[in-house]
């Protein structure tokens, strides 16, 4: 199974992006799918969720209002609408997905099975 993350880029603060995910390989079926982002010199961090049953949307507070996690369950493939992005967004973004069964966290990249390769952001002032 492989995670294909793309979409990222150059972009001045204010501006938008909207990064992609899919999954390809053997027969895939996630229940949760995520974007983290890592900063150089820092952690990966939680970005957004999405939990395919009822479709429950979950956000770090520093996104909240300014990123959407939507995506096709059918088509494992998840995406992320960037808006009104900050220099402080500048990271490269991964994307995740769980394959084992139902977990009430979402949060922690323990929480995820496979990993995306990452796709670097750059928001400049």
């Known amino acids: 199974v492989q995670l294909q993350a793309s979409g990222g880029g150059l972009v001045q603060a204010g501006g938008s992006l909207r990064l992609s995910c899919a999954a390809s390989?053997?027969?895939?079926?996630?229940?949760?799918m995520g974007w983290f982002r890592q900063a150089p010199g820092k952690e990966r961090e939680f970005v957004a969720a999405?939990?395919?049953?009822?479709?429950?949307?979950y956000y770090a507070d520093s996104v909240k209002g300014r990123f959407t996690i939507s995506g096709d369950n059918a088509k494992n493939t998840v995406y992320l609408q960037m808006n009104s992005l900050k220099p402080e967004d500048t990271a490269v973004y991964y994307c995740?997905?769980?394959?084992?069964?139902?977990?009430?966290?979402?949060?922690?990249?323990?929480?995820?099975?496979?990993w995306g390769q990452g796709t670097l952001v750059t928001v400049s002032s």
């Open positions: 995740a997905a769980r394959t084992r069964g139902y977990s009430f966290a979402y949060s922690s990249t323990s929480v995820y099975d496979y």
């Open positions: 390989g053997r027969t895939f079926s996630s229940n949760l």
């Open positions: 999405i939990r395919w049953s009822g479709g429950y949307t």
